[in-house]
């Protein structure tokens, strides 16, 4: 059962703090939309006339080139704000998103968005902090990407688990090995060939979306380094 936008608005870390009757303010605005797996939320170029906030399920956001090749630039859960960069810029939507999983998000119209913010500057400090936080991800993530090699990147991912899930034992893919080769800008095949290495060196352990981590250290000297 999908809870309602006030619940749901609730439990997101960009509105946290916010009182009772702001939340009621935000749920008044918020839009609800339902999406299939597969079916694009914006397009690249589209009108940023809104952003959103995912609900249930879990989205991508990439880029496509000419040639048809996809590099994955953000996936986001349930609370995360997306398409907020060109709701403030006041510009298109400069990526394509789509639902990986059958997903709801909320949808906020930018007019009505930045007229409630006016009258909220704690608002205005947390997405300011939430924007700030993005950046640096997405300057890891170009670092990674331009100065380290392929298996570098993976032991930078793995780490990047081990916070986010606060588990440096055992960490869980929650994305395809296609859509995880992609955003670390590599391809399943040699990304399946560095996990073997990985476990055969005694780094991981690898049982489907489920990674041990067995050499923490290693595994953080491999981050560094970039070569096994």
């Known amino acids: 059962m999908i809870q309602g936008p006030h619940t749901i608005l609730s439990s997101v870390p960009l509105f946290s703090g916010l009182g009772a009757h702001d939340l009621e303010l935000l749920a008044e605005l918020a839009l609800c939309k339902h999406y299939k797996k597969g079916a694009?939320?914006?397009?690249?170029?589209?009108?940023?006339?809104?952003?959103?906030?995912?609900a249930t399920g879990q989205v991508k956001v990439f880029k496509s080139s000419t040639e048809g090749k996809e590099q994955i630039l953000h996936i986001f859960g349930p609370g995360e704000p997306i398409g907020e960069v060109?709701?403030?810029?006041?510009?298109?939507?400069?990526?394509?998103?789509?639902?990986?999983?059958?997903?709801?998000l909320l949808f906020f119209p930018r007019k009505a968005f930045i007229q409630l913010i006016a009258q909220e500057p704690a608002l205005s400090m947390k997405l300011l902090a939430i924007l700030s936080l993005r950046l640096r991800q997405f300057t890891v993530q170009i670092e990674n990407l331009s100065l380290k090699e392929v298996p570098g990147r993976i032991a930078s991912h793995l780490l990047f688990l081990a916070v986010e899930q606060n588990n440096r034992k055992k960490v869980t893919l929650t994305i395809s090995k296609?859509?995880?080769?992609?955003?670390?800008?590599?391809?399943?095949?040699t990304l399946s060939r560095i996990q073997a290495k990985m476990a055969a060196q005694g780094l991981i352990k690898v049982s489907g979306r489920e990674i041990t981590l067995l050499n923490f250290k290693g595994i953080e000297s491999l981050s560094e380094n970039g070569k096994l």
């Open 178 to 189: 296609g859509q995880l080769a992609s955003l670390l800008g590599t391809i399943p095949e």
């Open 86 to 104: 060109a709701v403030f810029a006041g510009i298109p939507f400069p990526a394509n998103t789509t639902a990986l999983t059958q997903s709801t």
């Open 40 to 54: 694009f939320i914006f397009s690249e170029g589209d009108p940023g006339d809104g952003f959103y906030v995912i």
